[in-house]
């Protein structure tokens, strides 16, 4: 019997038409590499899926389109009109089972004004609670221009999801082409979970950091996976080298340390992280009160998440069974302004 009812957020679909997407990402980024099987994963919501959450006591399941989704189409016109397409479909099935499931927006982000737009959208006319977007949009030729969101330009977009009040969910990419070429190519385990999303990621928030997109946007809501995508562990030297030596030379647009952005706009959650020791750490740098459970399904088990959460001795982890219950589901519903 599963000890905490959850909410659980970092979790993947994808559309029946882009199997064959499926299928390449599952030799890369799953346990058994069977590509069929994980594509039929993606694709099954109501039955698979549906099944482990009672078994392992997930009371709400958020989806989103699952990477690289939108982020790998270099051209305009096919991202705005995919990413319609999945956040379209997306909403059918959750009209299926809407006290089930919910759903994080798949963007285009190649026109900033074009994915504010589409999420404004998607949340008042779908009724979806924020969006999901892996890493920076690939565009120019062959793909290799990397589009980051930390630029003047994206202003408009982010005071959007600011005044929409909804949570952005910062995820990861796979390099390709170029990057891939040059730097992992010769070392491709380490790409995805082991080292490369991790890298991806951090940049892209901590340049946003630096860039002063939390300060335009104070109350910007943003989120990343995987316990934090390594930053926590290593706060104090960002936040030394990035106060300490950098912002006196001129070199940071920030106002705060980035501990302060952690504390105000930044939560992280357990995705593909099941590790107790990691939790207490990551609670103690950041405050318990910015974690939030997840599984990251199909690309972890259900069984492996839930029955690792559902195992920690609370009080010997330090935490208070209300702190527990915070994580477990309470925090998620605080975040994306869940009525359920």
């Given at each position: ?221 943003v989120i990343i996976g995987h316990m934090g995508e390594k ?16 912002k006196p030379r001129g070199a940071t647009k920030m106002k ?57 001795d609370a009080k010997e982890a330090g935490f208070t069974e ?19």
């Amino acid at each position: 019997m599963p000890k905490y009812s959850k909410i659980i957020l970092e979790e993947a679909f994808n559309l029946p038409e882009w199997a064959e997407m499926s299928k390449y990402q599952a030799a890369l980024f799953t346990v058994d590499g069977d590509g069929d099987k994980h594509a039929q994963k993606l694709v099954d919501i109501h039955d698979i899926r549906l099944k482990k959450m009672d078994e392992q006591g997930v009371e709400f399941n958020i989806l989103s389109l699952t990477a690289p989704g939108i982020q790998v189409f270099d051209d305009v016109a096919e991202a705005e009109k995919n990413a319609t397409l999945s956040n379209d479909w997306l909403s059918a099935q959750i009209k299926l089972n809407p006290k089930r499931f919910g759903g994080l927006a798949a963007l285009s982000m190649h026109n900033p004004q074009q994915a504010a737009d589409e999420l404004t959208r998607c949340v008042k006319e779908l009724g979806f609670l924020g969006a999901l977007v892996n890493d920076n949009q690939r565009s120019g030729p062959g793909g290799d221009t990397p589009i980051f969101y930390d630029g003047p330009e994206w202003d408009c977009f982010w005071k959007t999801v600011e005044e929409l009040n909804v949570p952005f969910y910062l995820h990861p990419l796979a390099p390709k082409g170029d990057q891939f070429d040059k730097y992992w190519a010769k070392r491709s385990c380490l790409v995805g979970p082991v080292m490369s999303f991790a890298n991806g990621v951090s940049a892209h928030l901590l340049g946003m950091i630096v860039n002063g997109v939390f300060d335009r946007f104070p109350k910007l809501k943003v989120i990343i996976g995987h316990m934090g995508e390594k930053i926590p562990i290593d706060l104090w030297r960002i936040d030394h080298w990035l106060n300490d030596v950098h912002k006196p030379r001129g070199a940071t647009k920030m106002k705060l340390r980035v501990r302060e952005y952690f504390a105000r706009n930044i939560w992280v959650t357990t995705s593909g992280d099941f590790n107790t020791n990691v939790l207490k750490y990551v609670a103690s740098e950041i405050g318990v009160d910015r974690i939030m459970f997840s599984v990251d399904y199909p690309y972890e088990t259900f069984e492996l998440a839930c029955e690792w959460f559902d195992g920690i001795d609370a009080k010997e982890a330090g935490f208070t069974e209300e702190e527990m219950q915070s994580i477990a589901r309470g925090k998620a519903i605080e975040v994306l302004n869940l009525k359920l």
